[in-house]
C-alpha cells in the first residue's frame, strides 16, 4: 500500500536483467515470470506486454520453443495484447524460429520494439541464432541483384572486380 510492491517490482526486474547478463537463463525466466505476474496483478498491462517479450527470448536462448510458445499463449489473456504491436512481433519471432529462417528473425529482432528494450535483453534479440538455421546475412547488393535479373547478376559482379582490381589508389 506504500509503494512497496513497485520497489520490489523494481529489484525484481535488476535481478532478473542480472541474471540475464550472467547467463543464467533458467533462473533468468523464472524471475520474469514472476516480475509479469506482479505487473499484471497492478494492471500495468503495457510493461506485461515487455516483460514477455524478454521472457521469450530468453527461452529461445535456453533452445526451448515449447515454453516460448506456451509463455505467448498465457498472454493473450492479459488485456488488450492480442492485437498489441509486441503480439504480432511475437508471433513473427516464433514463426520464424519455427521454421528455421535465420533472416526472418534477424529481421524481428532489428525492430524498434525490440532494440530499445532494456539493454540486456536488446543483446538477446541481436544474439538469437536459429538453431539447424545457419547465419545468412543478406547484402545490400543482394537486393538489387535479384531485380536485374539472372545475366546482370554477373556481369555486376565482373564490373566490380574491375574497379578494384588496381588497388584504391
Known sequence: NEERL????EML???SRLLVRGRRLDEAALSLQKEKSIYKEIENYPT???????????????ND???AERCVRESYSIPGFNGSEDCAALEQLLEGYDQQDQD???EVCNLPLFKYM????????????????????????????????????????DEEEDEYSGGLC
Not at 6 to 9: C, F, I, N, W
Open 13 to 15: 526486474g535488476k535481478a
Open 6 to 9: 513497485r520497489q520490489a517490482l
Open 65 to 67: 520453443y515449447v515454453a
Open 118 to 157: 532494456d539493454n540486456d535483453y536488446a543483446k538477446l534479440g541481436l544474439t538469437l541464432v536459429v538453431p539447424g538455421g545457419g547465419i545468412k546475412k543478406k547484402s545490400p547488393n543482394t537486393a538489387q541483384d535479384k531485380a536485374r535479373g539472372p545475366a546482370a547478376v554477373g556481369s555486376h559482379a
Open 48 to 62: 506485461c506486454y515487455k516483460k514477455t517479450i524478454a521472457q521469450v527470448l530468453v527461452h529461445l536462448h535456453r
Open 104 to 106: 526472418q528473425v534477424s
